[in-house]
């Protein structure tokens, strides 16, 4: 038998070239494969890169959009202040003189006349008909002052009577005339229904009443001997409070009306207060001295407890700490008045 030979066939080397074939057939495959996915890596930079873009375009669209719709929103506002009713457009000018800026926008979404500004018209209208009782009680020849019948009240504060504690209270009803109850009617008018609209009756009260109480217990300190009437120590509680406001809140308040605001506050005190001071030092001797402590003293408690109280227009008040501190502050001096009034007092 012969040997069978190795790689010298017909056979065999048709074998190697079918393996041959075969082997760069895989070559071709791995080598379009590599490259497909070279390429597909290569193209998902540039996709990525677009998509980045894409996304910074979308937001610019949308601070674009977002700044249109808060100018259509002003200039509807605008349009809507003048299509307002009457009353939508009083609460704006008592927005825009009562409150800073940033809680203007929640007054007016829920500004309502209800309750009414009851206080203070309350209040006004009970010394109007106070003056007048006694006005017409006690004929007097002229209006200008009413000290005959006035000094026998029993709403008065006397020193000789500090004992009736409703006295350092009742005096605000009280007035010596006709220029003192139409200065003190007009200021807590203007200034007390705004107000009262704002931050509602229950603080305005709070705020009105201390000053009352602080004028009559510094008026018995600084002024012992003399008796008290008027209301100034509210008033200037009222006026106190809000000018304090005014002066922490003046980059928040449109600065126009800011400034007029400080002149109107400063001309009232001034005119005031000179008038006050006239009659407490250039009085003729069978005239009445006005005490000008008590309207310090109400400007004070204003400037304390009116300011925590008008300026938590959206917060609640009991749980703001300067109110706290304002109030045990006013406690310290009330209890040092009472001190003062028991054992010290040269109206013992």
Known sequence: MGKIGRGNGPACKLWKKAAGDNEGREERKSTEL???????????????????????????????????????????????????????????????????????????????????PLFIISVSLAELAVFIYYAVWKPQKQWITLDTGILESPFTYRPDKREEAWRFISYMLVHAGVQHIVGNLSMQLVLGIPLEMVHKGLRVGLVYLAGVLAGSLASSIFDPLNSLV??????????????????????????????????????????????????????????????????????????????TV?????????????????????????????????FLSPAN
């Open 230 to 307: 008027g209301a100034s120590g509210g008033v200037y509680a009222l006026m106190g409070g809000y000018f304090m406001n005014v002066i922490v809140n003046f980059r928040e308040m449109i600065p126009a009306f800011g400034i007029v605001r400080l002149l109107i506050i400063i001309l009232i005190v001034a005119s005031d207060m000179g008038f006050a001071l006239y009659r407490r030092f250039f009085v003729p001797a069978n005239g009445s001295p006005v005490s000008f402590a008590a309207h310090i003293a109400g400007g004070f408690a204003g400037m304390s407890i009116g300011y």
């Open 34 to 116: 590599c490259a497909s996915q070279c390429g597909g890596g290569g193209r998902t930079r540039p996709m990525a890169a677009a998509h980045d873009v894409e996304m910074e375009s979308v937001n610019l669209n949308m601070e674009r959009e977002g700044k249109e719709e808060l100018e259509e929103e002003k200039v509807r506002e605008d349009r809507e202040g003048k299509d307002l009713p009457r009353s939508r457009k009083v609460h704006r000018i008592v927005s825009k003189w009562m409150l800073p800026e940033p809680v203007r926008r929640t007054y007016l979404e829920r500004a309502n006349c209800l309750p009414p």
């Open 310 to 342: 008008f300026s938590c227009f959206d917060k609640t008040l009991l749980k703001d700490p300067r109110f706290w501190i304002a109030i045990a502050a006013y406690v310290v001096c009330l209890l040092f008045a009472v001190f003062f009034n028991v």
